[in-house]
């Protein structure tokens, strides 16, 4: 099977996402299928390996805290843009980075800008540093501690 799949999870999801797309019929299915395999062995090999995800409770735990955050900061982002300008303290950020893992560090910065009102900006040479603009930061300290409390803690614990 992995000889005419090369990435079965790609493909699965390639050929899941064509017929969401554009619907289910015989021939919509054919040519996701024929998507699912051509794409996955027409793209390049990934210069990492995939990742081990360990703690799926960890990881689902994770979505709904993010999910969770992503709506209270487009809350938070419209009261501030709507309210008066000396509202808003916008400034950058390093937040030093444990997180050992290439991908874990992906999906921490992955994070922190799909957040509103944060954004991951660069990542230190040594992967030791993540900067990150804050549209409104009072306490540099407590936004430190919240992204790796809420994100990296999780992200250590499933990729391990």
Same mark, same amino acid.
């Given at each position: 099977?992995?000889?005419?799949? @090369?990435?079965?999870?790609? *493909? #699965?999801? &390639?050929?899941?996402?064509?017929?969401?797309?554009?619907?289910? !019929? &015989?021939?919509q299915g054919l040519l996701g299928l024929l998507l699912?395999?051509a794409i996955p062995i027409a793209l390049p090999r990934?210069?990492?390996?995939?990742?081990?995800?360990?703690?799926?409770?960890?990881?689902?735990?994770? %979505?709904?805290?993010?999910?969770? +955050?992503?709506?209270?900061?487009? $809350? +938070?982002?419209?009261?501030?843009?709507?309210? @008066?300008? !000396? /509202?808003? =303290?916008?400034?950058?950020?390093?937040?030093?980075?444990? $997180? =050992?893992?290439?991908?874990?560090?992906?999906?921490? #910065?992955?994070?922190?800008?799909?957040? @509103?009102?944060?954004? *991951?900006?660069? $990542? !230190?040479? +040594?992967?030791?540093?993540?900067?990150?603009?804050?549209?409104? #930061?009072?306490?540099?300290?407590?936004? %430190? +501690?919240?992204?790796?409390? /809420?994100?990296?803690?999780?992200?250590?614990?499933?990729?391990?």
């Open positions: 099977m992995r000889a005419f799949f @090369p990435q079965p999870l790609m *493909s #699965a999801v &390639l050929l899941a996402l064509w017929l969401v797309l554009n619907g289910f !019929s &015989l021939g699912a395999w990934p210069a990492l390996p995939a990742p081990r995800l360990a703690a799926p409770w960890v990881t689902a735990k994770l %979505v709904l805290v993010v999910l969770h +955050d992503i709506v209270k900061a487009n $809350i +938070d982002v419209a009261l501030r843009i709507l309210g @008066p300008e !000396s /509202r808003i =303290q916008s400034t950058y950020v390093w937040v030093p980075v444990d $997180i =050992q893992s290439a991908q874990g560090l992906v999906v921490f #910065a992955g994070i922190i800008t799909m957040t @509103p009102g944060t954004l *991951s900006c660069e $990542i !230190s040479p +040594d992967r030791r540093w993540l900067l990150v603009h804050c549209f409104h #930061a009072g306490d540099t300290a407590a936004v %430190v +501690d919240e992204v790796k409390t /809420r994100y990296e803690k999780p992200l250590m614990e499933i990729f391990r």
